[in-house]
């Protein structure tokens, strides 16, 4: 098992589900609100999505996820950000004429999508490694689409999280790798039970971990009911974890979470469990990522044993 586990506070995402519970997050300042509170529980990374501050639909604004960086830096806290590059890739076949997107569709070129970073230079930002049915769309990630956005993150000089929804995206992600397209040791992210990708269970995510690169830093996460017990999975079979509003909106059945809340449950489950929650400052010594003041890259620190 890991007994140094880097936690994530995933804050917001893009869903709809800031009509089911209005802990979710939406404007530039109650995101980083968020992040603050979920730091001050214990988180190491937040990763960051923005909104449309009206609407709570989908967002890719640069100022937005810059608002949100400086409120956090401006706090008194510490926390690894994380921002989201995978946008833009949502797909919905217009009823009438199939070949062209309908209502809902959100597509972006990979520049598009790597904006953001390329002007913020986040500590990391996500790398979705393919394409599959997300619930009733589809969500776009082209091989060669994949390639392009990975210099660009690469050229950057950021660390990529590469989200893996089934399988062959690891496979995907490892073929990233073997072209030289990745720097040093990325961070894998197991996304388990979005329908309909990798179901969210002991041996869909142990497939996926026995597919890893030797040595890999990789964590897993669950959606919804499924959240808590992926943290401890995860934990199990030598991950780190992640939680938060994007993923699971449910405390306990019937009793709506708050960010903060969800990264003490799993803290409190990964504390039982004999290991601790890797400090900010930590995490960045074991990922190698930039110090967000100096812009140096930190050296590496003992992890997790498995």
Not at 3 to 15: C, D, E, F, K, Y
Not at 55 to 80: K, L, N, Y
Not at 103 to 120: N, S
Request: net charge negative.
């Amino acid at each position: 098992m890991n007994r140094n586990v880097i936690l994530t506070s995933a804050v917001t995402g893009a869903g709809d589900t800031t009509a089911k519970n209005p802990n979710v997050p939406i404007t530039p300042k109650a995101i980083a609100a968020s992040c603050i509170e979920a730091a001050r529980a214990g988180a190491s990374i937040a990763h960051i999505h923005v909104r449309d501050s009206e609407t709570g639909g989908i967002s890719h604004s640069t100022e937005q996820f810059r608002e949100v960086m400086e409120r956090v830096r401006e706090a008194d806290v510490d926390i690894v950000m994380n921002i989201t590059a995978g946008g833009g890739g949502d797909w919905i076949p217009d009823a009438l004429d199939p070949t062209r997107g309908g209502p809902g569709t959100d597509i972006q070129t990979p520049a598009e999508r790597h904006a953001p970073v390329a002007e913020l230079l986040p500590e990391l930002c996500t790398l979705d490694c393919g394409s599959l049915n997300f619930g009733d769309m589809v969500y776009v990630n082209p091989a060669d689409w994949l390639r392009e956005h990975a210099r660009l993150v690469q050229a950057a000089g950021v660390k990529p999280e590469l989200e893996c929804f089934d399988l062959g995206h690891v496979w995907f992600a490892r073929q990233l790798q073997q072209e030289g397209l990745i720097d040093g040791d990325p961070l894998y992210q197991l996304c388990l039970g979005i329908p309909w990708g990798a179901e969210a269970d002991t041996e869909t995510m142990l497939a996926m971990r026995n597919k890893l690169p030797a040595n890999a830093n990789w964590a897993a996460f669950g959606i919804g009911r499924h959240q808590m017990p992926m943290v401890a999975q995860a934990v199990l079979l030598g991950g780190h974890a992640r939680v938060g509003l994007e993923d699971n909106l449910f405390l306990e059945k019937g009793v709506l979470a708050t960010n903060g809340q969800l990264v003490e449950k799993a803290s409190t489950i990964i504390e039982n469990l004999g290991a601790r929650v890797m400090t900010p400052a930590e995490t960045r010594a074991h990922l190698k990522l930039r110090d967000p003041v100096t812009g140096s890259i930190l050296g590496n620190t003992a992890g997790g044993d498995v």
